[in-house]
Nanobody, 123 residues
Framework: QVQLVESGGGLVQAGGSLRLSCAAS????????VGWFRQTPGKEREFVGGTSWNGATTYYVDSVRGRFTISRDNAKNTVWMQMNSLKPEDTAVYYC????????????????WGQGTQVTVSL
């Protein structure tokens, strides 16, 4: 069992930055790939990016590539997502999720989820 807790969300103006954290506890976190997803009201939860179990490989959707950076420190059981040049369309609840296989853009491939953190980007 892995417990995930996101933090770092908030209100920021367009062009600003936020750093989200995903802190894990429970079973060995280092074996898990981690994905970041986001969701707005009335829409499906969508994949934003992810990192392999050791951080060697990261993935991003086109809309955030070059603006978001995912990193992890397994010694600290934490994954971060640095979000720069934020846009109003990035407004959403952001979730981290873990699975013991590989990064996937499919929500159903993930075994563990955090509770989410709200990111609001104003004009």
């Amino acid at each position: 069992q892995v417990q995930l807790v996101e933090s770092g969300g908030g209100l920021v103006q367009a062009g600003g930055s936020l750093r989200l954290s995903c802190a894990a506890s429970g079973r060995s976190f280092s074996i898990y790939a981690v994905g970041w997803f986001r969701q707005t009201p009335g829409k499906e939860r969508e994949f934003v990016g992810g990192t392999s179990w050791n951080g060697a490989t990261t993935y991003y959707v086109d809309s955030v590539r070059g603006r978001f950076t995912i990193s992890r420190d397994n010694a600290k059981n934490t994954v971060w997502m640095q979000m720069n040049s934020l846009k109003p369309e990035d407004t959403a609840v952001y979730y981290c999720a873990a699975n013991g296989r590989m990064v996937s853009s499919e929500r159903t491939d993930y075994d563990y989820w955090g509770q989410g953190t709200q990111v609001t980007v104003s004009l």
